[in-house]
């Protein structure tokens, strides 16, 4: 399996500040078809999950584009480009390149 | 609007077998690959498995933990997913959610409990 290893696992940040969390895969995300598969999804405190970005750096509808996704092959970044009070929560990396999907462990935003 | 609804989540014990529902509307279901993703409490999210749509075979994809005890299936003509979960552990407690793959959507759960 693909293992996702996000980075930090906790990220205290100061309202309006910049956040970024890396996640790696032990193998390329790069697909077959040439698309790279790889979606965070964010999950606030009490809530269902919520996907927020695909195939690197595209924002679902609604997402705020203080949202960013970048990355390729096995390393990838969310960025936040100033944090608000609505953004604490965990955030997953996902893989929807191999066979079985795999989650990275979570990053905890919180703020300070 | 899409909507995603699960049910059937209950306390079973272990070694017996649950089925659960995902239900979708405002889309038509039959075009769609349906996950099943669950998370035990306090813990992270974990991928379950998939059923592709019928244009796609309508075949299935599980994660190792629960391949050969789990099975998804789906109606497509009532628009329902189903995870039918046999020989149940205390290691699948967890909420199960559904999601659609494309567009990323996600019910809001259901609570499975496995214990004696």
């Known amino acids: 399996d693909v293992v996702m290893t996000q980075s930090p696992l906790s990220l205290p940040v100061t309202l309006g500040q910049p956040a970024s969390i890396s996640c790696r895969s032990s193998?390329?995300?790069?697909?077959?078809?040439?698309?790279?598969?790889l979606n965070w999804v964010q999950q606030r405190p009490g809530q269902s999950p919520r996907r927020l970005i695909y195939k690197v750096s595209n924002r679902d509808s609604g997402v705020p584009d203080r949202f960013s996704g970048t990355g390729s092959g096995t390393d990838f970044t969310l960025k936040i480009s100033r944090v608000e009070a609505e953004d604490v929560g965990v955030y997953y990396c996902?893989?929807?390149?191999?066979?079985?999907?795999?989650f990275g462990q979570g990053t905890k935003v919180e703020i300070k | 609007e899409v909507q995603l609804v699960e049910s059937g989540g209950d306390l079973v014990q272990p070694g017996r077998s649950l089925r659960l529902s995902c239900t979708g509307s405002g889309f038509t279901f039959g075009d769609y690959s349906m996950s099943w993703v669950r998370q035990a409490p306090g813990k992270g999210l974990e991928w379950v498995g998939l059923i592709r749509s019928r244009a796609y075979g309508g075949t299935t994809e599980y994660a190792a933990s629960v391949k050969g005890r789990f099975t998804i299936s789906r109606d497509d003509s009532r628009s329902i997913a189903y995870l039918q979960m046999n020989s149940l552990k205390t290691e699948d407690t967890a909420v199960y959610s559904c999601m659609r793959e494309s567009g990323g959507y996600w019910g809001q759960g259901t609570l499975v409990t496995v214990s004696s």
């Open positions: 193998q390329s995300l790069v697909h077959s078809d040439g698309n790279t598969y």
């Open positions: 996902l893989q929807g390149t191999h066979w079985p999907r795999t």
